[in-house]
C-alpha cells in the first residue's frame, strides 16, 4: 500500500544553519504531496503542498520540490529560526485510487538551538 | 477565516466508559475526516464521511462509531474505553475537489485512566 517515509529525529540545528528533511513516497495512483507541521502542544497546520510532478511548495521559507522520478519531497529552509522548533510531517493523499485519506510519515522532530 | 472546530479540547475518562468528540469543519467543506495521534506517533486515519455517508474506514475499532450529520458536523463515538486509546484526535475537513488538501482542528486530547 501507499507510505511515506522520512527521516528520522531528531534534528538538532543552529539558528541560521541550512535544514534539509528528506521525505520519499510510494504510491499506485497520482499522489498530491504534503508537509505538515505540529507545533509543541498544538495541532496539525499545512505548511506546504504539491499535487503534480515538478510543482514546488513554499511557505514561511520553507520550500519542496515534488519530484516523481525520485519519489522525494524533501523539505528545505536556507535559514531556520528557533521558532521552528517542531515536529514536521511529510504526507501523501493518493487520488488514483479515489481514496483521499491522508497518510503520514512518522514525523521528524527539529530542535534550533540559538 | 473560519477553521475547523473541535470540542472538547481535553477529555478525562475512565476505562469501560464512553467518550464522545464533536468535529464541526470548515463551511461548506464536503468531507469530514477523524484520525488518531498516539504519543510520539505519527496520526493514524480511523473514517472519513462525503456528503454525511461513510466514505472511507480505516484502522478504526469496533468499540467506535461515528457518523456525520445533517449540519455536516461529525461526532466520534468511544465505548468500553481501553487505557490504549489515550490519543490526541484530529478531526480534518476538506473540498472533495481540492486535490486532498485537508484542514486540521487543533484535536481533542483523551486521556483513559
Known amino acids: 500500500g501507499d507510505s511515506v517515509t522520512q527521516m528520522e529525529g531528531p534534528v538538532t540545528l543552529s539558528e541560521e544553519a541550512f535544514l534539509t528533511i528528506n521525505c520519499t513516497y510510494t504510491a499506485t495512483g497520482y499522489p498530491s504531496l504534503f508537509w505538515y507541521v505540529q507545533y509543541p502542544g498544538e495541532g496539525l497546520q499545512l505548511l506546504l503542498k504539491a499535487t503534480k510532478a515538478d510543482d514546488k511548495g513554499s511557505n514561511k521559507g520553507f520550500e519542496a520540490t515534488y519530484r516523481k522520478e525520485t519519489t522525494s519531497f524533501h523539505l528545505e529552509k536556507g535559514s531556520v529560526q528557533v521558532s521552528d522548533s517542531a515536529v514536521y510531517f511529510c504526507?501523501?493523499?493518493?487520488?488514483?485510487?479515489?481514496?483521499?485519506?491522508?497518510?503520514f510519515g512518522k514525523g521528524t522532530r527539529l530542535h534550533i538551538l540559538p | 477565516a473560519a477553521g475547523v472546530i473541535q470540542s472538547p479540547r481535553h477529555l478525562i475518562k475512565e476505562k469501560r466508559e464512553t467518550a464522545t468528540l464533536k468535529c464541526y469543519p470548515i463551511p461548506r467543506h464536503d468531507t469530514v475526516y477523524w484520525y488518531q495521534q498516539g504519543p510520539g506517533q505519527d496520526p493514524q486515519f480511523l473514517i472519513s464521511?462525503?456528503?454525511?455517508?461513510?466514505?472511507d474506514k480505516g484502522s478504526i475499532p469496533d468499540r467506535f462509531s461515528a457518523q456525520q450529520f445533517s449540519d455536516y458536523h461529525s461526532e466520534l463515538n468511544m465505548s468500553s474505553l481501553e487505557l490504549g486509546d489515550s490519543a490526541l484526535y484530529f478531526c480534518?475537513?476538506?473540498?472533495?475537489?481540492?486535490?486532498?488538501?485537508?484542514?486540521f482542528g487543533a484535536g481533542t486530547r483523551l486521556s483513559v485512566l
Open positions: 464521511f462525503y456528503e454525511k455517508m461513510q466514505s
Open positions: 480534518a475537513s476538506s473540498l472533495r475537489t481540492a486535490r486532498g488538501i485537508q484542514y
Open positions: 504526507a501523501l493523499s493518493d487520488h488514483g485510487n479515489r481514496d483521499d485519506k491522508i497518510i
